[in-house]
């Protein structure tokens, strides 16, 4: 699996019962004006990449991170497109709750570092250099607009979903894959863990699904909806 860009990687687990006090200043070095809300420490726990446990960042890790955040939608990079399809794609996705019925395209990452979605109405992406074919196990993850050009997105309803609604993945070779609904939670932009979200639950195979939603900002809308799904079938 190809690394992430950095704003994409930012790990932010909000676990309960986890609590670490302040680091003390060296020699020489001023003491902080305040300690930090636990809130405000709870957004930099990080991720150890080799054991998958929680763990601190250091400060130059905390600017890159803010950095990225103020820069997102804004610095530009080289856009990185899909892999070449296999024998096997994604062709539809089938949401009945919320009446969505679409096709499936292939997309990688966008000129701003972001994992690319469609640029219209109809189409639902997916990032097949980042997460897995549906039947092989893995996770899956589905992206779509909440709204474009002024008109309703394919996921505009998708805060609609419950737990227990179902979302059936057609392949290229006519297979279905079925999903139930788990969750349905809004995040802040900057506390979504999307390295967890592309990774999924251990042994379980998976979806996510994500839109925009939440108030718009000066960098868009400040929220995304993402809902996860385990399969069932």
Not at 6 to 12: F, K, Q, T, W
Not at 111 to 119: A, M, N, S
Not at 151 to 157: D, L, S, T
Not at 170 to 181: A, E, I, K, Q
Request: charged share 20%; aromatic share 8%; with cysteine.
């Amino acid at each position: 699996m190809r690394r992430l860009p950095l704003a994409a990687l930012c790990a932010v687990i909000l676990a309960a019962a986890v609590w670490f006090a302040a680091p003390s200043p060296t020699p020489g070095e001023a003491a902080p004006a305040a300690v930090p809300a636990l809130a405000s420490q709870l957004r930099y726990i990080g991720r150890d990449s080799a054991t998958g446990m929680p763990t601190l960042v250091d400060d130059r890790f905390i600017a890159e991170v803010e950095r990225s955040y103020r820069m997102y939608g804004i610095e530009e990079f080289k856009a990185i497109p899909a892999p070449a399809a296999g024998p096997v794609d994604i062709a539809r996705i089938a949401i009945p709750a919320i009446g969505v019925e679409n096709p499936v395209g292939r997309y990688g990452i966008d000129r701003f570092g972001r994992l690319d979605i469609p640029q219209d109405t109809s189409t639902v992406g997916w990032n097949p250099a980042y997460n897995a074919l549906p039947g092989e196990g893995g996770a899956t993850f589905f992206a779509a607009h909440y709204e474009f050009a002024g008109r309703p997105g394919v996921f505009k309803r998708l805060s609609a979903l419950t737990a227990g609604d179902e979302v059936a993945v057609t392949l290229t070779d006519g297979s279905v894959h079925r999903y139930r609904v788990t969750s349905v939670v809004d995040y802040a932009l900057e506390t979504i863990d999307m390295g967890a979200i592309l990774r999924g639950r251990e042994g379980r195979e998976s979806i996510a699904l994500m839109t925009c939603s939440g108030p718009v900002v000066s960098h868009g809308f400040a929220e995304r909806t993402v809902v996860l799904a385990d399969r069932v079938d």
